[in-house]
């Protein structure tokens, strides 16, 4: 069964229509959406050409279970970098605050008005000593979200206060002179 990518344009969205992930497309809908039911996003960017993309694709977003764990959750929102590079570009700085690095695919969890509350790249089906699976982050967030939204929501703001400070230049408190 088709999800809402089935009459996109981007072939990296089309490569996503057949997952039982009930994908939305970068909009003002999915927000609405999220906002309507409450619940935070889950927004996966990534491109076509991208070989990690492609295994967390089949690895997950293919997988029934865990999209019934997402789409229970979450607005899943899928975002090509390619036809989005605004949206890529604001959502990996707060992937490399948040967590030091970044690429693709990424994953972002955001509240419904967009601000991102957690963020990573690649997440494996099995966790390992270096990180956790992509349902176990699924699962904890999702909890989050329903037991403390409240501290998702702070911390949300943090990010964004700390992401504008870091993106604003300094401003001289005078104009420079030479010396005289």
């Given at each position: 069964m088709p999800n809402r990518l089935a009459d996109a344009t981007s072939p990296y969205l089309l490569q996503h229509?057949?997952?039982?992930?009930?994908?939305w497309p970068w909009g003002a809908d999915a927000l609405a959406e999220a906002e309507r039911r409450g619940v935070p996003l889950l927004i996966s960017i990534g491109y076509s050409a991208c070989h990690w993309c492609h295994v967390m694709a089949h690895e997950s977003f293919e997988d029934?279970?865990?999209?019934?764990?997402?789409n229970a959750h979450f607005v899943p929102?899928?975002?090509?970098?390619?036809e989005h590079p605004d949206v890529?570009?604001?959502?990996?700085?707060?992937?490399?605050?948040?967590?030091?690095?970044?690429?693709?695919?990424?994953?972002?969890?955001?509240?419904?008005?967009?601000r991102p509350f957690f963020a990573g790249t690649y997440f494996p089906p099995?966790?390992?000593a270096a990180q956790p699976s992509f349902t176990q982050?699924?699962?904890?967030?999702?909890?989050?979200?329903?037991?403390?939204?409240d501290e998702v929501l702070a911390s949300a703001d943090g990010i964004v206060e700390q992401l504008g400070a870091i993106n604003t230049l300094p401003v001289a408190d005078a104009a420079p002179t030479c010396g005289r």
């Open positions: 229509a057949g997952n039982p992930v009930d994908w029934a279970d865990v999209a019934a764990l997402v929102v899928k975002v090509d970098r390619e890529d570009a604001v959502y990996m700085r707060a992937t490399q605050a948040l967590t030091g690095q970044g690429g693709w695919p990424m994953t972002v969890f955001a509240t419904p008005q967009g099995e966790a390992t982050v699924v699962t904890a967030l999702a909890e989050a979200w329903d037991e403390r939204r």
